[in-house]
């Protein structure tokens, strides 16, 4: 009597039903914003940056400018490049379900890691003076600051495509997609770091420093990250 009845059946499911708030792509919004920014104004001057990783022309075009590092351009870029890491970093930490992701809100979880990245290049680059005083090499310590901020933005141009495909395809593979050409350019940027004084570097102390300069940092943010 209860088998020929017009009640419809309903499944009930009680999986975890995975929601992408808006903040993630307001940010990205925010990001393209100064990017074009930066881009109208200091088109020359980007695309001079962009190359100067891959050729030496470019690289003197750049040192020909003038202190870049003391200029606005140098600050923005700056902001943009720590905004697309922080935002990076906030994507896989929402992707791995890491307690700080659960706990905090979206925006202030993404404020820490603006300043705590913001911090660490500030510190990197105090690292680098006195690393140059103490070794004697006052002149080196404009090239590898340029270097540094040229990988910097370089790394942060090519992932915010990739961050671009995992907010609005929702697949996290995208991200393993970039490794490969960060590793590129780590390699390529460790190879113009030690092309700039080859005769005068000692190579024990420049592992030294590259170690715990270039390395350390991020193994041990990796590893706090990991461990909260």
Not at 15 to 42: H, N
Not at 63 to 87: C, S
Not at 88 to 96: D, F, S, T
Not at 164 to 184: A, E, K
Request: some cysteine.
């Amino acid at each position: 009597m209860f088998t020929h009845h017009c009640l419809a059946y309903t499944s009930f499911n009680f999986d975890k039903v995975v929601t992408v708030g808006p903040w993630p792509t307001i940010l990205l919004c925010a990001t393209l914003f100064l990017l074009t920014l930066l881009v109208v104004p200091f088109r020359r001057k980007f695309d001079l940056l962009f190359r100067s990783l891959y050729s030496q022309r470019h690289f003197s075009l750049m040192m020909r400018e003038g202190r870049v590092l003391q200029e606005r351009f140098f600050i923005f870029t700056l902001i943009f490049d720590t905004l697309v890491f922080a935002l990076g970093v906030l994507i896989i930490m929402q992707h791995y379900d890491n307690i700080l992701a659960q706990k905090m809100h979206v925006m202030l979880l993404f404020l820490l890691l603006f300043a705590v990245m913001m911090a660490m290049f500030w510190v990197k680059y105090l690292v680098n003076i006195i690393y140059t005083n103490l070794f004697e090499h006052p002149k080196e310590l404009y090239p590898m600051s340029l270097y540094k901020f040229i990988f910097v933005t370089d790394a942060a141009i090519l992932l915010f495509p990739f961050l671009i495909l995992v907010q609005f395809t929702h697949h996290f593979f995208w991200i393993y997609c970039y490794i490969p050409l960060f590793l590129m350019l780590f390699v390529l940027y460790v190879y113009k770091l030690m092309k700039i004084n080859p005769r005068q570097i000692n190579l024990f102390n420049y592992f030294v420093y590259f170690c715990t300069l270039e390395i350390l940092p991020y193994l041990l943010l990796a590893k706090l990250t990991a461990m909260i």
